[in-house]
């Protein structure tokens, strides 16, 4: 039996701005994403059950919330767990956008005099303006060269819980009442997990390394190299690998001080934990 269409259908959301990724749609593997032709992603609002899957703690903290509010808000993306993080903070601002509106207020303390005002930045040139880094050029270190590619977001969410559980390791070994043996043998699996982490978050970030040998891009066997190269090329890798990924955050914005009226640049942070909380 063929079910009527809803009479309220109308009044379905519809897409409130369109974006294009920084991207352009690369780094997505097959399957993952429905480009339009014109390249530009339709953008709805958030929905009553998305602000509350994104006040869920537990499914913020694994990822799977932001993931649900992604394919729920856009839905050319078919799967969010593989949003390269060239895009993330991109998409992350165009769903702020398209639910609560382009201006988001900040609280910044001037570095000069020390006064601390409110200002409000419109979105829309913060989305405008979303660098990407360049992710063709290699890394040449002496026979080899390294290729670059941008995390996605699984990979930046297991990183994450990684370094969270590193952070409670530290805290541990900190801890005065545990006995000081007992704290340096755990400050020394701290520093352990620590090069683990680290290399895991390398070796996401290497597409593949060529050497006269051929070209390399099995992971087990990258993450082996980096485990066993020396520390000058891993420090080479390591340096390289982070400037791209800073070179994906969003850029700092310049605001002047309302009492001495000095300009100074602000970083903005999108914390996930609380970015559309603010707005609501």
Not at 35 to 53: F, H, K, Y
Not at 119 to 131: A, F, G, I, W
Not at 229 to 246: E, K, N
Request: proline fraction near 6%.
């Amino acid at each position: 039996m063929t079910q009527n269409a809803n009479p309220l259908q109308g009044w379905f959301r519809q897409p409130a701005i369109y974006i294009r990724l920084p991207s352009q749609g690369q780094y997505w593997p097959e399957g993952s994403l429905s480009m339009p032709a014109n390249q530009e992603l339709p953008v709805r609002a958030m929905t009553a059950l998305d602000e509350i899957n994104y006040r869920t703690p537990d499914a913020l903290f694994n990822g799977q919330a932001v993931v649900e509010v992604i394919q729920s808000c856009i839905p050319n993306i078919l799967d969010a767990w593989h949003t390269p993080a060239t895009d993330i903070n991109s998409i992350l601002i165009s769903i702020r956008i398209a639910s609560y509106g382009h201006e988001m207020e900040i609280n910044s303390t001037c570095p000069k005099c020390s006064e601390t005002n409110d200002y409000s930045l419109d979105m829309r040139v913060m989305l405008q303006n979303m660098p990407l880094p360049n992710y063709q050029e290699g890394l040449k270190i002496g026979e080899i060269e390294c290729f670059f590619q941008p995390m996605s977001f699984r990979q930046q969410t297991q990183v994450s819980m990684d370094q969270y559980e590193t952070q409670r390791l530290i805290a541990a070994a900190q801890d005065e009442k545990v006995p000081e043996p007992e704290r340096v043998k755990v400050m020394t699996g701290v520093m352990k997990k620590i090069n683990e982490v680290t290399t895991r978050a390398m070796t996401f970030g290497i597409a593949g390394i060529r050497s006269p040998g051929g070209f390399v891009d099995n992971h087990d066997h990258i993450r082996e190299f980096l485990t066993n190269c020396d520390s000058r090329t891993y420090q080479q890798i390591r340096d390289h690998a982070v400037q791209l990924r800073a070179g994906s955050e969003v850029r700092p914005v310049t605001l002047t001080c309302a009492g001495c009226q000095n300009p100074y640049e602000q970083s903005i942070e999108l914390n996930m934990s609380n970015f559309f909380a603010a707005a609501s």
